[in-house]
C-alpha cells in the first residue's frame, strides 16, 4: 500500500527540457506537448495548483526580442519557466559534458568519454548556476523542488547555498555506475558533493543505490546506512523508486478498433513469419548492433528457421549532429545490409531496418502484432518501451526478451533474461522465444502484466512524493530542535563569566589526512587570542593530542589546556602540565603490536601512541576496505581486554583504546565544581570522545556539535567555519 503524500505544497520541478517543443511557424509561436517518458509521468504533478516546471526551451537563438518575450508569455501562462542557453552552452554544456562524458561513463562506455572533458566541465557549471538561478528566483517558502537527471548533478548543491532551508530531491534517471567506473570522473567528488544537497535521492533500482552510498562511502569517506546518510548537519534519504508507466492509458489505446485492426493486418501479412520487433532511439547504448549480430547467429545456429521470422527495427534519429552517433548509424547501416545480403530471399529478409521517429501511434499495433519484443540495451536505467509492450498485450501473449542489465529487468523477472554482450546467448534466447510453447507464453505475460497493473507511474509519484515528504519534515524537526538560537549566542555575549571548552580537530579546524597537517591557521590562532583578551571570557582547548603537540601550537596562548582526553592539563597563566589521573600498567604494549600488525596489512592507516591510549588512524585509506578492518579491530580488541581497565572507543576516522575513566567529561565536571556560579559553561565538540563532555554539562549549560553526526548536544553548527563564525560574534562588538 502506497502512502498518501502530505498535503500538497507547490512543486518546482526542474529538468535540463521543458516538457514542450517550441517552433516558429509564420511569425507565430507554436508549443507542442512532448511525449517523452519524464513529461507524461510528471504531467500530474505539474497539473497541481500553483505549480512551475524550470528548463531549457529549446533552440531559440534565431528569434527576435519580441518572439522571445511571446515564448516567455506563452510559457509562462502554463506553468513553465524558461531558462534560455546560447549556442554555445547547449554545444559544450549539453552535447560537449552532459552527452559527451556522463553519458557514456555512466554507461559503463568508457571509450566513448571525450578525452577532452575539462574542456566542457565549466559549461556544465555554469549552466548549473543558471539554473539555480531561475530556481532561487521563482521558489516561495514551502516549495518543494524536484531536480531531474545528470544534467543537473550541481544543483542541488547550489541551490542548498542560496535557499538553506528549502526541501529538494533529485531522480536520476539513468543508471548510477559502479564506484570503481564513477571514481573515474576527475570532477567525482563535486558530483557528488552536489546531489547531497538533496533531502531525498532517488533511483530506479536498490543496485543503482548501493552503488551511490559505496562512491559516498569510497570517495567522500561517508559512513552512510542502508538507505541514508548524515551530511552537513540534515539527513539525506537515498531510495530506489522504479518509474513505471500510465499502464490503464496504454491498456485502453491498444484495445482501439484501430489498433486491433491494424495489429490483425500486420499479422495477415506474417501468416507463416514471427514477428520480432525492436524500437529504440539510436544510441550506442541500446545494443542494436549486437541484436542483429544475434540475428546472424541464429540464422548460423538454425538455418531452418530462415523465413519464420523477421525482426522490424525502427531506430529513432538521435543527436544527429554529433559524430559517435552518425558513425553509429552509418555501422548499422552497414550491419544490416550484410546481414540482409546473406540471408534474404526473394520474398524475405531477416532485418526490416526503418531509420525514423514513430508515434506512441504507430508503435501500439506493432506492440499488439509483435511475437518477441526484443529489448536488448548494452545498459538502461529504466528502459520503458519493455513495460509499454507488455501493458499493451491485452491477449496475454507475446514474449518479452530483455537484457538484465535494465533496471527494467529488476522488475519484469518473467521476461527471458539475456546477457546483452553475448551475442549467441541472445540468438538461443530468440530461438527460445520464437519457439515458446503458447502456454508457457501466457504464464509469463500474465504475471508481467500483473505487476505493472499493480506499479504504475502514478504510484512511483505517489511513492517519492511521499518519501519526500517523510524526509523534509525529519530535517525540518531536526533544524529547528538543534539550530544554535540567536538568543544563545547574546546569552553568551552577556556572560559575567563564560567558561569556553573547546574541542580543537573538527570543531575548530577541518579534519587532515595526517595529525600533523591540522596545524592552527594564522587567523584561528588571532580569534582565539581575542577570545582570551575578553575579561568575561575564560577558554579552554581540550584534545585527544598529545601534551608536546599543544604546547608547541597553543603553548604561547594565556589558555587553559588539555591534552589526551583531559588526562593532562595546563592551567591557564602555567608553564607546567599536572596529571588528573594514574596511569594503568599492562595492556598497552599487547595491544600496540596488534595494532601495529592492521596497520602493516591496511594500507594508508598508522598508529598514533598517546599517554592514555593508542590511536590507529585510517583516513589515508581506500574507505571500503578500511571499514571492513575497523570492525575488526573493535571486535577484536573489546574482546582481548575485556577484563582490562581500557575501552574501545570509534572516533572521526580513528579506533582508540584508551584508558578507561579518562575523558573529556572530566575537563566539565572540575569546571562545574570550580566556576562561581554565575557562570555559563559552553563546551564544543565533534566526535564520539566529545560526547563525554555533553554528558556532564550542567543544566543551564550550552553543549554544541560541530558538524552532523548524531550527538547529546543541544545545539549544532555546521563545522568548524560555523563554529568560527560564532566565536567571532563573541568578540564583535
Wanted: one cysteine or more; glycine letters at 6%; aromatic letters at 8%.
Amino acid at each position: 500500500m502506497i502512502a498518501s503524500p502530505a498535503p500538497a505544497s507547490r512543486y518546482l520541478i526542474v529538468s535540463n527540457r521543458l516538457p514542450v517543443t517550441v517552433s516558429q511557424k509564420e511569425g507565430k509561436i507554436e508549443l507542442k506537448a512532448s511525449a517523452g517518458g519524464l513529461a507524461t509521468a510528471l504531467s500530474h504533478v505539474h497539473g497541481t495548483e500553483g505549480s512551475r516546471w524550470i528548463g531549457w526551451p529549446g533552440e531559440t537563438g534565431q528569434m527576435d526580442k519580441s518572439a522571445r518575450a511571446e515564448l516567455d508569455r506563452r510559457l509562462n501562462a502554463d506553468g513553465m519557466i524558461p531558462v534560455h542557453l546560447t549556442t554555445k552552452q547547449v554545444e559544450r554544456f549539453y552535447e560537449g559534458f552532459c552527452n559527451g562524458v556522463l553519458w557514456p561513463l555512466f554507461h559503463y562506455l568508457l571509450d566513448k568519454v571525450r578525452l577532452d572533458a575539462w574542456v566542457d566541465w565549466q559549461a556544465y557549471r555554469e549552466a548549473n548556476e543558471l539554473f539555480a538561478d531561475a530556481v532561487a528566483r521563482h521558489y516561495q517558502p514551502g516549495d518543494r523542488i524536484w531536480v531531474h537527471d545528470y544534467h543537473l548533478m550541481l544543483l542541488p548543491a547550489l541551490l542548498r547555498k542560496r535557499l538553506p532551508h528549502a526541501s529538494i530531491s533529485f531522480f536520476l534517471h539513468i543508471p548510477f555506475p559502479a564506484s570503481g567506473v564513477f571514481r573515474i570522473l576527475p570532477w567525482r567528488r563535486e558530483i557528488l558533493e552536489g546531489l547531497l544537497g538533496c533531502d531525498l535521492i532517488g533511483f530506479h533500482t536498490h543496485s543503482y543505490q548501493r552503488q551511490f552510498l559505496s562512491s559516498l562511502l569510497r570517495l567522500l569517506g561517508l559512513e552512510t546506512q542502508v538507505d541514508s546518510v548524515t551530511y552537513d548537519g540534515r539527513m539525506v534519504r537515498v531510495g530506489a523508486f522504479p518509474i513505471s508507466i500510465d499502464t490503464e492509458h496504454f491498456i485502453k489505446e491498444s484495445s482501439t478498433p484501430r489498433v486491433e485492426e491494424a495489429a490483425a493486418k500486420m499479422r495477415e501479412q506474417n501468416t507463416e513469419c514471427k514477428i520480432l520487433f525492436g524500437v529504440d532511439r539510436l544510441d550506442y547504448t541500446k545494443g542494436m548492433r549486437r541484436r542483429v549480430l544475434a540475428i546472424e547467429r541464429l540464422l548460423e545456429r538454425s538455418p531452418g528457421l530462415a523465413g519464420k521470422f523477421r525482426l522490424i527495427q525502427v531506430a529513432s534519429p538521435s543527436r544527429t549532429k554529433v559524430e559517435a552517433y552518425a558513425q553509429l548509424r552509418r555501422s548499422l547501416d552497414e550491419l544490416v545490409g550484410r546481414v540482409n545480403g546473406r540471408f534474404s530471399t526473394v520474398n524475405w529478409s531477416p532485418v526490416q531496418y526503418l531509420y525514423q521517429t514513430m508515434s506512441l501511434e504507430d508503435l501500439m499495433p506493432l506492440y499488439r502484432a509483435a511475437d518477441v519484443m526484443v529489448v536488448t540495451p548494452t545498459r538502461d536505467g529504466m528502459n520503458l518501451v519493455a513495460k509499454e509492450f507488455v501493458a499493451c498485450r491485452n491477449d496475454n501473449d507475446g514474449v518479452l526478451v530483455l537484457s538484465e542489465f535494465t533496471g527494467a529487468a529488476w522488475e519484469l523477472g518473467e521476461a527471458v533474461l539475456v546477457n546483452p554482450y553475448d551475442i549467441d546467448g541472445i540468438a538461443r534466447a530468440l530461438q527460445q522465444a520464437i519457439t515458446m510453447p503458447e502456454e508457457e507464453r501466457h504464464f509469463r505475460m500474465t504475471r508481467l502484466r500483473q505487476r505493472i497493473q499493480r506499479w504504475t507511474v502514478h504510484d512511483w509519484v505517489k511513492s517519492f512524493d511521499a518519501a519526500f515528504a517523510q524526509v523534509t519534515s525529519e530535517n525540518e524537526r531536526l533544524r529547528q530542535s538543534t539550530v544554535l538560537p540567536p538568543e544563545e549566542v547574546l546569552r553568551m555575549k552577556n556572560a559575567e563569566h563564560l567558561v569556553l571548552v573547546l574541542d580543537y580537530d573538527g570543531t575548530l579546524v577541518p579534519y587532515a589526512g595526517l595529525p600533523e597537517l591540522a596545524a592552527p591557521d594564522k587567523e584561528l590562532y588571532e580569534l582565539l587570542e581575542a577570545l582570551i583578551a575578553k575579561p568575561n571570557i575564560e577558554l579552554h582547548i581540550a584534545s585527544g593530542r598529545p601534551r608536546e603537540t599543544m604546547e608547541r601550537w597553543f603553548g604561547g596562548l594565556d589558555a587553559a589546556l588539555h591534552a589526551d582526553h583531559g588526562f593532562w592539563k595546563r592551567a591557564r597563566g602555567a608553564t607546567e602540565w599536572t596529571t588528573m589521573g594514574s596511569l594503568e600498567a599492562g595492556w598497552k604494549e599487547k595491544a600496540k603490536v596488534i595494532m601495529e600488525e592492521f596497520a602493516a596489512r591496511t594500507p594508508g592507516s598508522f598508529v598514533e601512541e598517546k599517554t592514555v591510549a593508542l590511536c590507529w588512524h585510517f583516513r589515508l585509506c581506500e574507505s571500503q576496505f578500511a571499514e571492513l578492518q575497523e570492525r575488526e579491530l573493535r571486535l577484536h580488541l573489546a574482546d582481548l581486554f575485556k577484563n582490562h581497565p581500557v575501552e574501545v572507543m570509534r572516533g572521526n576516522k580513528i579506533v582508540e583504546l584508551r584508558q578507561l575513566g579518562i575523558h573529556k567529561g572530566l575537563i566539565v565536571s572540575a569546571l562545574s565544581a570550580a566556576g562561581p556560579e554565575d557562570a555559563l559553561l559552553v563546551a564544543v565538540g565533534d566526535d564520539t570522545t566529545d560526547e563525554d563532555m555533553f554528558r556532564q554539562m550542567p543544566p543551564d549549560g550550552i553543549s554544541i556539535h560541530s558538524g552532523s553526526l548524531a550527538s547529546r548536544a543541544r545545539y549544532r553548527l555546521a563545522g568548524p567555519a560555523a563554529v568560527r563564525a560564532v566565536l567571532r560574534q563573541l568578540v564583535e562588538g
